[in-house]
């Protein structure tokens, strides 16, 4: 009994470290180039450069509309817009900055109720290359029926321990979060502000 027991064991690590090995590999893969046109884009909020970076494809016509998914309650557009250096004027009536969401499963109700709403088919989805894959999983969980496109912050990640270890961390930690999203744990934590 007690040899199986440890069969299992090792057997589940071997597995969880295969998955793992996926995993960073699957986030350190650049994405590919976005389409020239989307019907959406939502960027989930967290690492400085995600907003700049759905800003910057907006106003390049990569999306017809943007969602900023888990906006704190000070976030403003002016200020998005004065500290990215867009002009407010043209932002405006195509950025839905979203206030409800604070994990990612709730930046997936909150961009199915938005995608809904506008009659989405398309959109780029604009998150941090280790987050990517979650994030991928909870909003296509909950929009089933809108084609999702990657666009990882940065394009092109590298891991260099040298410049930064604490990415080897938000790998880690990350792909922890995502298995429990898989089973669907991440519906038991808190993912909505109460309003």
Known sequence: MMRLMLRGLV??????????????????????????AADGIVVLTGDADRV????ELLDQGHGRRLLISGAGPGVSLAGLARRNGYDLARLSSKVTLGR???????????FAAWAAQNHLRSALVVTSFYHMRRALLEISRAAPGVQLFAVKVPAAPALDLTRDPSEIR?????????????????????????A
């Open 52 to 55: 700049n970076t759905a800003l």
């Open 11 to 36: 057997l589940a690590v071997m597995t969880w470290g295969a998955g793992l090995v996926w995993f960073v590999a699957d986030a350190l893969t650049p994405s590919a180039p976005p389409p020239a």
């Open 170 to 194: 938000k790998l880690f930690e990350d792909y922890n979060k995502y298995l429990a999203a898989l089973i669907g744990l991440s519906r038991f934590s808190l993912g909505h502000r109460s």
């Open 100 to 110: 409800q969401a604070i994990s990612t499963w709730g930046n997936g109700d909150e």
